[in-house]
């Protein structure tokens, strides 16, 4: 069984930046391709950027050239630097781990980001 654990989320003003983490536990951290999602109020759940167990990177066209997703595998955490930040940014944004054989899937608790003009 995977733990996430979030963390990092805020109140900041637009054009701000934030830094989002996430640590795992209770598994093999490099056989998991992590993610960020985010669900803002009254919207599903969207996939923001993930990052395989060899550091690949893929994102949203809504965050492309302000976000950076990365992993730090000694720590066992995958962050999210978020730059530029708008006010569609605001949502709760989830930490999503899936297992290589694309079996398990594990989901945080979410941490809530919002921005404001």
């Known amino acids: 069984q995977v733990q996430l654990v979030e963390s990092g989320g805020g109140l900041v003003q637009a054009g701000g930046s934030l830094r989002l983490s996430c640590e795992a536990s209770?598994?093999?951290?490099?056989?998991?391709?992590m993610g960020w999602y985010r669900q803002a109020p009254g919207k599903q759940r969207e996939l923001v950027a993930r990052?395989?167990?060899?550091?690949?990177?893929s994102y949203a066209d809504s965050v492309k050239g302000r976000f950076t997703i990365s992993r730090d595998h000694a720590k066992h955490t995958v962050y999210l630097q978020m730059n530029s930040l708008e006010a569609d940014d605001t949502a709760i944004y989830y930490c999503?781990?899936?297992?290589?054989?694309?079996?398990?899937?594990?989901w945080g608790q979410g941490t809530q980001v919002t921005v404001v003009s």
């Open positions: 209770g598994g093999i951290f490099a056989m998991y391709v």
């Open positions: 999503h781990a899936e297992h290589l054989s694309r079996v398990r899937e594990y």
């Open positions: 990052i395989t167990d060899g550091g690949g990177a």
